[in-house]
């Protein structure tokens, strides 16, 4: 137990009443200071005893969140199939489709109807009334504004990007000529290779060259927090494409959502996997897909489950490498179109010296060169002015390597 802070002694009050004035007058200045010495003493206890109490009470607050935090179960997307009379609901969870018959609180029996979203805990008891935010993010993945990017400005990539109009625009297009030869167009595009070739841009030529509507979002952006949820923000991105054909659902990264199945028992695991197979569903279920195609990137091809790979789903797989020495030249060429480059730039020379840079990696070696034009007051770029800003990218790729193997090996 803590001991109480300490009280000082209570000076000494008595004075001698013959003493002459001059000296009692003295003891009394001497009685005041230690009064004074004592109210310091006390007022500087008291606030430490405020600052402990203080400590004490947030450090007990902590305690009863993080116990709260203990005690809170997981809870579970389900959707209100039926409302029975007095306080009964039958309600469908979202990751096994299981229909149970469950209890509502009192307190929001009146705010539940057939087809609402809510949260239900272990026991399928509903906690709360979820909103409509779902098709609420599913509609904000719709590009409303074409990107700028046509196919004008993508560089030594042209037979992917011939095989990509091929299987996506042509179909929507030109649907007929399918129909003559009597073949069903490709479904879907799948795009790998590593980061920076030209994926991302390719999908954005896409969406600026046709008028269908095109929806884009990332693999990780399918993976919610409660379970269910990914599922349903997949049926609900489908069936908005489904209302606005022909349309085109780019997804990036699908390498977040779709890999290997394992054993794993996480929640965490089993929620992926349950949207990846929504996934499967909506791509090749018994729904007509009818004027929607599907584009997807990633740049860890290997780690993809071969279920989504198979015909039917992605029909076309396209590899997107990186340039070649002519591919290269084409990427300086259109990287520096906007740029006030001096004629004595050699861009066969650089694409040479460029070899194993991507697309992305180029874009940024014009931008530096750029720089260090601003830097020497010139508005023009000259054949230098790359040779510098070569040197001062592979100097920083070499001082990342070397600082981060300094930090692994401290």
Partial sequence: MSRSPSI?????????????DDERLEALRGHHGDLVDVNEQLEQQLEE????????????????????TLKSSSLYIATVEDVMDGEEVVVKQHGNNQEVLTEVSPRIVDQVE?????????????????????????????????????????????????????????????????????IEPP????????PGTGKTMLAKAVAHETDATFIKMAGSELVRKFIGEGSRLVRDLFEMAREREPAIIFIDEIDAIATRRSESKTSGDAEVQRTMMQLLSEMDGFEARGEIRIIAATNRFDMLDRAILRPGRFDRLIEVPEPDRDGREQILQIHT??????????????ADDTDGYSGAEIESLATEAGMFAIRNDRDEVT??????ALAKIEEDDSSDVISSAGYFYQ
């Fill in 187 to 194: 479904s879907g595009v799948l795009l790998y290779g590593p």
């Fill in 8 to 20: 000082p002694d209570r000076p000494h009050r008595d004075i001698d009443p013959d003493l002459p």
């Fill in 49 to 68: 005893a405020e600052d402990r109490r203080q400590r004490l009470r947030e450090r007990v607050d902590r305690i009863e969140r993080e116990n709260e």
């Fill in 383 to 388: 054949h230098q002015d790359f040779v510098e």
């Fill in 114 to 182: 057939p087809g609402d979203r809510v949260a239900v805990n272990d026991s399928f008891a509903i906690q709360t009334v979820l909103n409509a935010e779902t098709d609420a993010r599913a509609q904000s993945m719709e590009i409303t504004e074409r990107p700028e990017v046509t196919y004008g400005e993508i560089g030594g990539i042209d037979e992917q990007v011939r095989e990509v109009r091929e299987a996506v625009e042509q179909p929507l297009a030109e649907p007929e000529l399918f129909d003559e030869v009597g």
């Fill in 337 to 350: 179109r906007g740029m006030n480059v001096a004629d004595e730039v050699d861009f066969g020379d650089l």
